[in-house]
């Protein structure tokens, strides 16, 4: 299954709301979606698993969603701290895990 | 806290072999499964090989299959990845992570491994 995220940058200013998409080349478990923030030179962080479900001491700004094909990462109000590239990843239920290209959230 | 801490990453030669280890704590390491994930420089990630709490069950990506092996060592809270055959597109940041079966939990802060003539 192949994710392909829109779009590759998103330039928005700090207190706006950001809306990122997923989109799989086939049918996704929603329980097998994940979602990651990376920052410079730093590992991924998990943000959202199981579609929706925020990881421990994400903050409620950070909500996932959709079914199916097509997913969505949406930040509320973006702080200076979210700006980050973002990753999503499906699991099919047998290897190979894989991972969409990713969004980068640059400031506007 | 849980801590993954990757080392072993350097500059090789295409065809040359490394192993890079991966030290877990703040968790019973023995209890999770475990994952190599990399990251082309600045490019996406790619994951690479996983292996089971026990040791007993592995696999791996097309693109490194019959060239890495994952392997750990539960007394010492260790996991490897021999990588052998190396090849230039080999080239990436690896991370090593914790399973939760359908995503990656924790991760390391990664090692660097260059394959370069």
């Known amino acids: 299954i192949e994710l392909t995220q829109s779009p590759g940058t998103l330039s928005l200013s700090p207190g706006e709301r950001a809306t990122l998409s997923c989109r799989a080349s086939?049918?996704?478990?929603?329980?097998?979606l994940a979602w990651y923030q990376q920052k410079p030179g730093q590992a991924p962080r998990l943000l959202i698993y199981a579609a929706s479900s925020r990881a421990t001491g994400i903050p409620d700004r950070f909500s996932g969603s959709g079914s199916g094909t097509d997913f969505t990462l949406t930040i509320s109000r973006l702080e200076p701290e979210d700006f980050a590239v973002y990753y999503c990843q499906q699991y099919g239920g047998s290897p190979p895990w894989t991972f969409g290209q990713g969004t980068k959230v640059e400031i506007k | 806290q849980v801590q993954l801490v990757e080392s072993g990453g350097g500059v090789v030669q295409p065809g040359m072999s490394l192993r890079l280890s991966c030290v877990a704590s703040?968790?019973?390491?023995?209890?999770?499964?475990m994952h190599w994930v990399r990251q082309d420089p600045g490019k996406g990630l790619e994951w690479v090989a996983v292996?089971?709490?026990?040791?007993?069950?592995?696999y791996y990506a097309d693109s490194v299959k019959g060239r890495f092996t994952i392997s750990r060592d539960n007394s010492n809270n260790t996991l490897y990845l021999q990588m052998d055959s190396l090849r230039t597109e080999d080239t990436a940041v690896y991370y090593c992570a914790r399973d939760q079966v359908t995503y990656f939990d924790q991760w390391g802060q990664g090692t660097l491994v260059a394959v370069s003539s």
């Open positions: 086939q049918s996704v478990t929603s329980t097998f």
């Open positions: 292996l089971s709490y026990d040791g007993k069950n592995n």
């Open positions: 703040g968790f019973t390491f023995r209890n999770s499964a």
